[in-house]
């Protein structure tokens, strides 16, 4: 299955959604879940024109544990996003523990970012 893709003219731009990304710092960010999901929702909405309400799955359920967000595209399962600390360095474990969640789910592709670095993990 390939990543779901918008034409560009339907990609509208709302503000600037990375301007409050850069607000959560590494020592609060595991106290503000909801606000890394939401802010990358926004990201995800604005950049890629994903329907933040529709397409975009907080907390996806995989097997006991929960990756971030999870995009689905007509009701299927298109590709899983792991949100780390903003700014944290990705290490190969982050990057085993998204391949995992990808693997568990069936899913072909993961996203792993930190806001900064986005590493597209194909399983």
């Given at each position: 299955m ?35 999901s ?8 604005a ?14 359920a995989?097997?006991?544990t929960?990756c971030?967000?999870?995009?689905r595209?007509?009701g ?5 996003l792991?949100?780390?600390a ?22 072909e ?15």
């Amino acid at each position: 299955m390939a990543i779901g893709q918008r034409p560009i003219a339907q990609r509208q731009l709302r503000g600037n959604p990375f301007n409050n990304w850069e607000a959560l710092r590494p020592n609060v960010f595991s106290a503000v879940e909801h606000e890394k999901s939401r802010i990358l929702r926004d990201i995800l909405n604005a950049v890629f024109g994903y329907d933040k309400y529709a397409e975009l799955t907080s907390e996806h359920a995989i097997r006991g544990t929960y990756c971030d967000l999870a995009v689905r595209i007509d009701g299927k399962l298109a590709f899983l996003l792991e949100v780390k600390a903003v700014g944290l360095d990705l290490k190969d474990q982050h990057v085993k523990q998204s391949v995992d969640y990808a693997a568990n789910q069936g899913c072909e592709w993961v996203v792993l970012t930190n806001g900064i670095e986005w590493r597209l993990l194909k399983v």
